[in-house]
Nanobody
Framework: QVQLVESGGGLVQTGDSLRLSCAASGHIINTYAMAWFRQVPGKEREFVGGIFWDLNKAYYADSVKGRFTISRGDSENTVFLQMNSLKPEDTAVYYC??????????????????WGQGTQVTVSS
């Protein structure tokens, strides 16, 4: 069983920055990819960005390219989401996810094996 815990969310103003953290623990047999998704009430879960772990290669949704950056932590199975130039439309609950084995997909929530409980990000205008 794997547990993922997100932290770092909060209430900020347009143009501010936040850095979200995700730490995985428990029986982690492998890490192939980790990703961030976000969701607002009544909407589908939206891909934000993901990283292939061994390749250290990240990909992003068009809506956040140039503003958000995913990076691996110094510890295994730790990932960060640096969010700059935040906009009100970035307001959502942000979730961290982990995939244990091979996939060519990062942006499909169905491929991930474990999820965190989410952290709220609110951007006021």
């Amino acid at each position: 069983q794997v547990q993922l815990v997100e932290s770092g969310g909060g209430l900020v103003q347009t143009g501010d920055s936040l850095r979200l953290s995700c730490a995985a623990s428990g029986h982690i047999i492998n890490t192939y990819a980790m990703a961030w998704f976000r969701q607002v009430p009544g909407k589908e879960r939206e891909f934000v960005g993901g990283i292939f772990w061994d390749l250290n290669k990240a990909y992003y949704a068009d809506s956040v390219k140039g503003r958000f950056t995913i990076s691996r932590g110094d510890s295994e199975n730790t990932v960060f989401l640096q969010m700059n130039s935040l906009k009100p439309e970035d307001t959502a609950v942000y979730y961290c996810a982990l995939r244990i084995d091979y996939t060519q997909l990062l942006n499909d929530h169905r491929v991930y094996n474990s999820w965190g409980q989410g952290t709220q990000v609110t951007v006021s205008s």
